[in-house]
């Protein structure tokens, strides 16, 4: 899987799961049988938006990127 720069460039973590919730991308970064662990990866503007960037992650794990920076905006 591919390591996340957070938006406000604190934190670089290797997601299981990203997801977009309205105008959040959150990643899951654990699991247990009854409980799961998520952060926001970063807030944009509108849900739309969050969505293109989803995209981008999906075009950065096809081309074999080893970590992909949250766009500020």
């Known amino acids: 899987m591919l390591w996340i720069s957070t938006q406000n460039h ?17 990643g899951v970064i654990g699991r247990s049988f009854f409980t799961e662990w998520s952060r926001v990866l970063g807030k944009y503007e ?15 794990i096809k081309q074999g990127e080893a970590i992909f920076r949250m766009p500020e905006k």
Request: charged share 40%; net charge neutral; no cysteine.
């Open 10 to 26: 604190k934190s670089v973590m290797n997601v299981k799961e990203i997801t977009v919730k309205g105008k959040y991308i959150e």
């Open 46 to 60: 509108s849900p739309e938006r969050s969505k293109e960037i989803l995209e981008d992650i999906h075009l950065a």
